[in-house]
């Protein structure tokens, strides 16, 4: 609207005031700059292709049709694509041969197997994996209609506990099967859990990317893959142990991730707030956490508050003994009213259907 009254008072000035023209005339210019800048930046991006080798009609990918391109990243692409025999929908994986090493191929060949392995609903499944022929990768995973939580609390805000507690018991029964398995995810973090509309469900959980995902020391498997030295997963939400490159890091690291999203979630803001990534590393390793109770803006039952200080506890042996007991403790919080299906329902029915 000011770039139309502008471009009104450039016409006015031509009959009424001949000497100021231009000075109108340079204004309406630039305020349509402005607008332009503004609409390009207010805009969101769409994902672009990027440079991977044409599909030949004996490449395995080849049995997809690619729909939608839905994200890309470093390393690779995602698609919405659909099985051109079965006609069902998926989320293909991609992965450019130019981008990546041998490690790199046994991070992505891992994931993809650990994913088809583990069976709990609350982890995402996957359909199909392979090598492009043109010496790329690909795996077909099931297409989720959702928002990971990262979006939904930096979009939303922070959401009352007993949704919390709803989310969290989600996720332990997924990690509890990985951990069973000998299994560490490595990577927990807020924009790995996917909330969908699932089965008629709403509100339902899944993990993602369990590509750091390896065996503790000692157990049988491939434990060498990951470096042990190496600090894996998001600053944000990395247990101590892990921070210090430790060989022995088991599922209670995850737990410990579990208790900095629980904080995230209620309070909207990271367990420890740094600029710097080193920063927020030693905070983690010095720093004892605050309860989430002090910053969220919902009464937190004492009971939540004190179960995920045991999850963020700097010493392993500390923290709930595996995902299970994290679970089962979860359940046992007393709350003033429970998360529920009606509840979940209203929330969801005003977020547009991704798909479909």
Known sequence: MPVLALNALVVVAAFAWPARVVPFAVAAFAAAVVAWVASRRSAPAKPRPISIAPV??????AAYELRKLLATGGMGEVWLARHRTLGRDV??????????????????????????TLTS????????????????????????????LQTAIREHGAIPPERVVHILSQACASLKEAHDQGLVHRDIKPANFML???????????????????????????????????VLGT?????????????FVDGRADLYALGAIGFWLLTGRLLFEYD?????????????????????????PPELDEL??????????????????????LEQVPLA?????????LWWSSFPRRFG
Request: hydrophobic fraction near 35%; proline fraction near 8%.
């Open 56 to 61: 030949s009609p004996g490449d395995p990918v």
């Open 91 to 116: 989320a293909l994986k991609r992965i450019k041969p130019g981008e990546i090493d041998d490690e790199d191929v046994k991070r992505f060949e891992r994931e993809a197997r650990v994913l088809s």
């Open 121 to 148: 609903p609350h982890t995402v499944e996957v359909f199909d994996f392979g090598a492009m022929t043109g010496g790329g990768l690909f795996y077909a995973m099931e297409l989720l209609d959702g928002i990971d």
């Open 196 to 230: 969908c509309r699932y089965g008629g469900e709403f509100d339902f959980l899944k993990v993602l990317d369990f590509g750091l995902v390896k065996k503790p020391m000692g157990q049988s498997g491939d434990a060498g893959i990951t470096r042990p030295a190496a």
């Open 235 to 247: 600053a944000a939400y990395l247990a101590p142990e892990s921070v210090k490159g430790s060989k």
């Open 276 to 300: 710097r990534a080193m920063a927020m590393i030693n905070a983690h390793i010095t720093e004892p956490p605050p309860p989430s109770s002090r910053h969220s803006k919902f009464r937190v």
């Open 308 to 329: 995920l200080l045991a999850c963020l506890a700097k010493d392993p042996k500390d923290r709930p003994a595996d995902a299970g007991t994290l679970r089962r403790k």
């Open 337 to 345: 009213e429970r998360w529920d299906q009606d509840r979940a329902a």
